[in-house]
């Protein structure tokens, strides 16, 4: 029905171009008019537009008109001039939209406009790309134009001090990984004061590469860690065991009707591992060879979970993790590889202890497990802004996600010239080895004649043993991936050079273009070789985009066997059993059309399954979202230096009530009134005298509560009274506050995610465990904030307020009781060193340690 409308009435967006047409012919028109103003009228625009949206105008209303001036101060400053698909792609980026361009479209220059017209705001703007290299090279490029034209432009980079931060964000438009933007935005809601919060508010984003940020990066979410104390030595000793188990056969699913009639399989080896789903599980026999290795009777015990998940790790680590395809190992180091970019990602681990797990494989340093201090998902991070867009490539085969998360719509831009490459049908063979041998000839082919051909591999380790062979050969060539990321634009730069033969991981977004010279033009353009369909359509799009630019000659086949992983765990099993059964000579390439169909299936199938992980991941987050947005929006007003000293009177009297109501209940008599338990758990937050009966002057439980709240406020007064100023105490209760809570929510996340962890057991009780984990993380939160209100009250009303004695002359002036006129010496022991261990001084017959040595006593 959805085709048989498009042809009626045109795609979604189709129509929506036809309504961004007249707009664009108006910005054109206007072209001989900025031509004709002097540079220094030219700049005086910046301020007209500024002054037209203070009195009023909107930027709908200024957009024509700004755009026609970036476009104007481009050709000036850069000798380059958007075109009538820039413009448009310019347009939709303004809307808040995904622009999708294709490659060699001029993505970077399109948001030149969108990005000037909402600085005008004065608010910011944010440029995200997916790597600092980008984020350097388009902030000084495209920042020609913004600065010709009177804006402000700075990058954010991995290596600035929060100082060089708060510069670069202060900027009109300002640069920025997506990873760093997000880390910021974390550190920034850990800060104790003011000063140090490098961020400005979320108000607009254009997010480069949008589907690799929003999509392929959001499985994973943005963690700030700080080092626990457990040791490491777990890790090695599971890494020791998870060498000498043997892998068993993989069991299939049960079937329902096999599960309802009790049929079981039989377990072989120690261990099983599900690859679809990337999953270890224990067979009986592994469970008894980790009890003996252990030294345990039974691994279920509660006091042996963590012995049962470090095995999994280390299981895990050797057989579904894999260097150079999820890791490389670089300077003693285990760095985490994109699998949908093949870029190394800087400073993100492995959550969980995986990636102490993977480093005791490796037999590099285990690092100490880390403890999260601070968490967000790329998803609800995102959504954080009040306006958001992004450009791409490929973004309309994930359309629905990125409408259900991120409401956002994908409006497909026409090319600027036709696309004139030829995309021929995969060539499938039998065998791995038969359909690299297949590759090299056609890469032979193709070098022979003078043109230049990309090699698109999947991992690292694909990428190497194709260079072997190239070689062997005799075919020179270039290999970018991610143990050689820094000389990615040298070699991205070469590759369209006349007989340049590239060996490429995941080549898709590198953000540079492959142009292409008269020779290899003449030779037939740019030739794509994919050596392995992508678990993603969207990737091998990516990749086939980068020939054919701008109208430029070029072809693109992909190169597939029945041994891949893709067909091998996802393909039909009939199909492929099918081809398997036919006596199909070596070398013979396989042509089906089911086997077409069988890969676009398998591809889908996975799209679907990682698209529930993604959704899973923000259900759950979302929980954990609220609960930081009120968490933040506190802390933001404490930094904003919001006096807290009403907040914290209403701790003080919140928690009188609430520990009376704890001990005395409203229909007991007063003379059974449980008052040394009032006492134990009132006395050690708010030191007041002990409550007993003779003191008691109302027998209520709400004369005791408002007589106690009394006490509580007047002994807080007097803690007042002891500061030389109030706003001393002002800034007390601040730092107080700040540290309490971000102490207690580090620890709610542990606890969070402990509940994640356990709550999938609430399924075999026919509970929905989101359900479940929704319920529970309130009761947790609501537990937390009562937490932080005690721990501040006790705190408060334990500090010790030094009174500092001054040297008379400098008293008023400094503040300060250091004698800068003495000379220091080193403080000697007059009386001999008591050890924990020696006896007692005081005669007991004890320890020192068990004694006067313990602490509290004196």
């Given at each position: 029905m959805s085709r048989l409308t498009d042809k009626l009435f045109g795609t979604h967006s189709e129509r929506e171009i036809k309504r961004i047409r007249p707009l664009v012919d108006k910005i054109e028109s206007l072209r001989p008019a900025m031509q004709a103003l002097t540079d220094e009228e030219f700049r005086a625009k910046t301020e007209e537009f500024k002054k037209r949206f203070q009195n009023g105008e909107t930027l709908d209303d200024l957009l024509v008109e700004a755009y026609a001036a970036v476009r104007e101060g481009a050709r000036r400053s850069l000798d380059m001039e958007p075109f009538r698909v820039q413009l448009i792609g310019g347009i939709i980026l303004h809307q808040g939209r995904i622009a999708e361009m294709r490659t060699g479209e001029g993505k970077t220059l399109v948001a030149t406009m969108p990005a000037y017209l909402n600085a005008l705001e004065g608010r910011g703007?944010?440029?995200?790309?997916?790597?600092?290299?980008?984020?350097?090279?388009?902030?000084?490029?495209?920042?020609?134009?913004?600065?010709?034209?009177?804006?402000?432009?700075?990058?954010?980079?991995?290596?600035?001090?929060?100082?060089?931060?708060?510069e670069a964000y202060r900027c009109d438009i300002t640069y920025v990984t997506n990873n760093e933007l997000g880390f910021d935005y974390l550190r920034d809601n850990m800060s104790i004061y003011k000063e140090q919060l490098v961020l400005r508010e979320l108000h607009y984003a254009i997010i480069d590469e949008v589907d690799s940020v929003l999509i392929d990066e959001a499985r994973t979410p943005l963690i700030i860690s700080g080092q626990s104390g457990k040791s490491t030595k777990i890790y090695e000793a599971c890494d020791i065991l998870a060498g000498q188990m043997k892998r068993g056969a993989d069991v299939e699913d049960l079937s329902k009707i096999d599960a309802i009639m009790g049929i079981e399989r039989e377990e072989t080896g120690d261990f099983i591992v599900n690859e679809k789903d990337k999953l270890v599980n224990l067979t009986a026999e592994g469970v008894t060879k980790v009890e003996k290795f252990f030294r345990i009777d039974n691994l279920a015990d509660p006091e042996n979970l963590e012995i049962q998940h470090c095995i999994i790790l280390a299981l895990r680590a050797h057989n579904l993790m894999h260097r150079d395809h999820d890791y490389i190992v670089k300077d003693d180091q285990v760095l985490?590889?994109?699998?949908?970019?093949?870029?190394?990602?800087?400073?993100?681990?492995?959550?969980?202890?995986?990636?102490?797990?993977?480093?005791?494989?490796?037999?590099?340093?285990?690092?100490?497990?880390?403890?999260?201090?601070?968490?967000?998902?790329?998803?609800?991070?995102?959504?954080?802004?009040?306006?958001?867009?992004?450009?791409?490539?490929?973004?309309?085969?994930?359309?629905?996600?990125?409408?259900?998360?991120?409401?956002?719509?994908?409006?497909?831009?026409?090319?600027?010239?036709?696309?004139?490459?030829?995309?021929?049908?995969?060539?499938?063979?039998?065998?791995?080895?038969?359909?690299?041998?297949?590759?090299?000839?056609?890469?032979?082919?193709?070098?022979?004649?003078?043109?230049?051909?990309?090699?698109?591999?999947?991992?690292?380790?694909?990428?190497?043993?194709?260079?072997?062979?190239?070689?062997?050969?005799?075919?020179?060539?270039?290999?970018?991936?991610?143990?050689?990321?820094?000389?990615?634009?040298?070699?991205?730069?070469?590759?369209?050079?006349?007989?340049?033969?590239?060996?490429?991981?995941?080549?898709?977004?590198?953000?540079?273009?492959?142009?292409?010279?008269?020779?290899?033009?003449?030779?037939?353009?740019?030739?794509?070789?994919?050596?392995?369909?992508?678990?993603?359509?969207?990737?091998?799009?990516?990749?086939?985009?980068?020939?054919?630019?701008?109208?430029?000659?070029?072809?693109?086949?992909?190169?597939?066997?029945?041994?891949?992983?893709?067909?091998?765990?996802?393909?039909?099993d009939r199909m492929i059993g099918m081809f398997n059964a036919l006596n199909i000579p070596e070398d013979q390439e396989i042509t089906h059309k089911s086997l077409s169909k069988a890969i676009e299936g398998a591809q889908k199938k996975i799209e679907n399954n990682n698209f529930g992980i993604r959704k899973n991941l923000l259900d759950y987050d979302q929980v954990m979202n609220e609960q930081r947005e009120i968490?933040?929006?506190?802390?933001?007003?404490?930094?904003?230096?919001?006096?807290?000293?009403?907040?914290?009177?209403?701790?003080?009297?919140?928690?009188?009530?609430?520990?009376?109501?704890?001990?005395?209940?409203?229909?007991?008599?007063?003379?059974?009134?449980n008052l040394t338990e009032l006492n134990e758990l009132l006395l050690p937050t708010i030191p007041l005298q002990v409550v007993n009966r003779g003191r008691i002057r109302e027998r209520t439980r709400d004369g005791l509560k408002q007589q106690l709240k009394e006490e509580a406020v007047a002994l807080y007064e007097s803690k007042e009274a002891e500061f030389p100023e109030p706003e001393a105490v002002r800034e007390l209760e601040r730092v107080v506050i700040l540290k309490v809570v971000d102490r207690k929510w580090m620890d709610h996340i542990d606890d969070m995610e402990q509940l994640r962890q356990s709550i999938g057991l609430q399924a075999y009780g026919q509970h929905d465990p989101l359900v479940e984990y929704k319920m529970a993380g309130y009761d947790m939160f609501n537990e937390m904030t009562r937490n932080i209100m005690e721990e501040t009250v006790r705190v408060l009303f334990h500090v010790k307020v030094e009174q500092k004695v001054e040297r008379e002359e400098v008293a008023k002036a400094t503040g300060t009781n250091k004698d800068d006129t003495a000379v220091r010496q080193p403080k000697r022991r007059t009386d001999k060193k008591i050890y924990p261990n020696d006896p007692c001084p005081c005669g007991s017959g004890k320890k020192y340690k068990n004694c006067h040595g313990r602490p509290g006593r004196v």
């Open positions: 703007v944010h440029i995200v790309t997916v790597n600092d290299y980008l984020a350097k090279r388009d902030a000084e490029w495209m920042g020609q134009v913004y600065r010709f034209m009177g804006l402000t432009v700075g990058v954010v980079l991995n290596s600035m001090t929060p100082q060089e931060r708060q985490i590889v994109d699998e949908f970019t093949g870029r190394v990602m800087p400073g993100r681990r492995y959550s969980d202890g995986l990636h102490q797990a993977i480093e005791a494989k490796e037999h590099v340093k285990v690092k100490r497990e880390s403890r999260t201090l601070a968490t967000i998902t790329f998803q609800n991070f995102f959504n954080k802004f009040d306006k958001k867009a992004g450009m791409t490539g490929t973004a309309l085969t994930e359309e629905r996600e990125f409408r259900e998360i991120y409401g956002m719509d994908v409006i497909e831009i026409p090319t600027n010239r036709p696309v004139i490459r030829f995309d021929d049908q995969d060539a499938v063979y039998k065998t791995k080895k038969e359909k690299f041998r297949a590759v090299v000839n056609a890469v032979r082919e193709a070098y022979e004649k003078g043109q230049p051909v990309l090699v698109g591999t999947i991992t690292i380790q694909v990428s190497e043993e194709v260079s072997k062979m190239l070689k062997k050969a005799g075919i020179p060539h270039n290999v970018l991936n991610a143990k050689f990321h820094e000389m990615e634009a040298e070699i991205v730069a070469e590759a369209g050079r006349h007989g340049a033969v590239t060996i490429a991981t995941n080549m898709a977004g590198r953000g540079t273009d492959i142009k292409l010279d008269e020779e290899a033009r003449a030779a037939g353009g740019l030739k794509i070789i994919g050596t392995e369909r992508h678990e993603s359509r969207r990737i091998d799009n990516q990749l086939r985009g980068r020939s054919g630019r701008q109208g430029d000659p070029g072809e693109s086949r992909f190169y597939i066997s029945l041994e891949d992983d893709l067909m091998r765990l996802f393909g039909s968490i933040y929006t506190q802390r933001r007003e404490v930094l904003d230096g919001k006096s807290m000293r009403d907040s914290v009177y209403k701790m003080i009297t919140d928690f009188v009530d609430s520990t009376v109501d704890t001990c005395i209940s409203d229909d007991i008599d007063s003379d059974d009134w």
